[in-house]
């Protein structure tokens, strides 16, 4: 298989359904975002955040690549076929209960702060911001008209992991004795 294929040459690429549309599609814009987000989260972890982060962002980068998936078929014919393509309500406790519990292990939040810290915690306050840009690129699909929305599930699945992130960039600078700066 070759990297390339010249598909996209005229500015088009093709949804899992077959449809071919504009690169500039909000589909592919929401799942272009959500590739963005899997980088930072493999940067992240390239620096060493700790086992334990590190381990739970293998996981939701494998998520990831399954919500990417969910975004890429307007049919939504692709979890019935994939198993591993599918985004839950099982992945969304996951990252309830992953904010609980490293929120249980920074001081409460009582003012804004900003972003910052060490490479990895200033990675993660970083992350969360295309988070949330993906969210938004996601939200823009139902805004289209005739368009399919996104998947609400997906949906509440990102709300929950740009929360995740802000909790883990906090965690991993505490850990690593920085102070926060408040606003």
């Not at 929305?149 to 965690?171: E, G």
Request: with cysteine; aromatic share 6%.
């Amino acid at each position: 298989m070759r990297i390339y294929t010249k598909t996209g040459d005229s500015g088009e690429t093709g949804l899992f359904d077959g449809t071919r549309v504009s690169k500039a599609d909000p589909r592919v814009e929401a799942y272009g975002e959500v590739d963005e987000l899997n980088a930072w989260l493999g940067l992240v972890r390239s620096n060493g955040p700790g086992a334990d982060v590190d381990a739970l962002l293998a996981g939701i980068q494998r998520d990831l690549f399954a919500l990417g998936a969910v975004l890429a078929d307007p049919r939504h014919k692709i979890a019935a076929r994939v198993e591993k393509a599918a985004i839950g309500d099982e992945e969304v406790r996951r990252l309830e209960a992953a904010i609980d519990a490293f929120e249980n292990g920074v001081p409460p939040l009582r003012r804004f702060i900003l972003p910052g810290g060490g490479q990895a915690g200033a990675m993660l306050h970083l992350a969360r911001t295309v988070c949330r840009r993906a969210e938004r690129r996601m939200i823009a699909i139902g805004a289209v008209a005739g368009a399919d929305p996104a998947d609400a599930t997906a949906i509440i699945y990102i709300n929950r992991l740009s929360d995740l992130l802000f909790v883990l960039a906090r965690a991993v600078n505490h850990r690593a004795g920085l102070a926060e700066t408040e606003w």
